[in-house]
């Protein structure tokens, strides 16, 4: 059997910061967007390495941001409960509103129509329609704790994920209110959940407070792997599909990285930055960035044949 890829990772930025939420990468600009639990959002610029925009948003913890590119936007959500839309270039004011009733945990832009899914301590998802001047579309009922977050679905954009504090999965359409199916995932909460497709199947993988990660079988709806390695609950969970990686990250201070084809462990890498609470990567590169307690961590990933590329 081939023996797996040994990766090399190289520190790249380090930018130091109040507790940083998430982190998303734009997809052209050498940018990385930090929401921060100070109330700030900033767009830092890791070819310079310097702050290219900063904006106080609100007194409240900012725990989710995201590049909408297409429309030069950042899209913020927070503990307020409010939405806040940004332009990146002048940083003005979009567009603000009250989305839910309860803290905002995460929000997903869909990569093709101009939706984007808000996830609430208020139980719910909602979709929100941008074109519509950002009129709530449909509305998610189910979970019966806080949603963390929610996904769209790569193979089939008119469906997504959602992972909850209830322990349990739920797979939607974007047409019903109602879940599609539910999956009692994990004994304790569920923090984080990514689609993963490998040679056109489909997988889900989910991180949880009972510390570890799971693989699961979209079709047969079981649980095909346990990745166990972390020490405390886990924050975030993302497949980079170049690098052909599972990428975990922990309160535990720690990332690991797992092999997508055999899971096995493959490296872990300390943060330098206390907890680490976020994961974004560039499509098409082997950047990644995480969002720590004390800042924002971007590596390169490559393998160990002096490559460090992935179009190589």
């Known amino acids: 059997m081939e023996a797996p890829l040994e990766l090399q990772i190289e520190k790249e930025f380090i930018q130091k910061s109040d507790r940083v939420k998430s982190v998303d990468f734009h997809p052209t600009q050498p940018w990385v967007l930090a929401s921060l639990y100070s109330g700030t959002v900033c767009i830092w610029n890791y070819h310079s390495q310097t702050t290219e925009k900063s904006v106080k948003v609100t007194d409240s913890p900012v725990r989710t941001a995201k590049f909408v590119a297409r429309e030069h936007w950042i899209v913020c959500g927070s503990d307020d409960k409010f939405i806040r839309v940004f332009d990146y270039n002048t940083m003005e004011s979009v567009k603000e509103f009250e989305a839910h009733e309860d803290y905002i945990r995460s929000l997903a ?101 009972d510390f570890t990660v799971k693989v699961w079988d979209y079709e047969t709806k079981t649980c095909v792997q346990i990745l166990e390695g972390h020490t405390n609950n886990v924050t975030a969970v993302c497949f980079h599909p170049e690098l052909g990686i599972i990428i975990t990250a922990s309160e535990d201070g720690t990332i690991l990285i797992w092999n997508a084809t055999t899971f096995r462990l493959q490296n872990t890498l300390s943060s330098g930055l206390g907890r680490v609470w976020s994961i974004g990567y560039k499509k098409g590169s082997n950047q990644v960035a995480f969002g720590c307690d004390n800042g924002t961590l971007i590596v390169k990933i490559g393998n160990s044949s002096g490559c460090d590329s992935v179009s190589c």
Do not use: R
Request: glycine fraction near 4%.
């Open 109 to 209: 832009v869909h990569p093709t129509f101009p939706f984007v899914l808000t996830a609430s301590d208020d139980k719910l998802i909602k979709l929100w329609d941008w074109e519509k001047n950002w009129e709530c579309t449909q509305t998610f009922e189910g979970h019966s704790h806080y949603v963390m977050q929610s996904a769209f679905n790569p193979k089939d954009l008119n469906t997504f994920a959602s992972a909850s504090l209830d322990g349990t999965i739920q797979i939607w359409n974007m047409d019903s209110s109602a879940a599609k199916f539910t999956l009692d995932a994990h004994e304790k909460g569920i923090n984080c959940i990514d689609y993963f497709i490998t040679s056109d199947k489909v997988y889900l993988i989910t991180g949880s407070d």
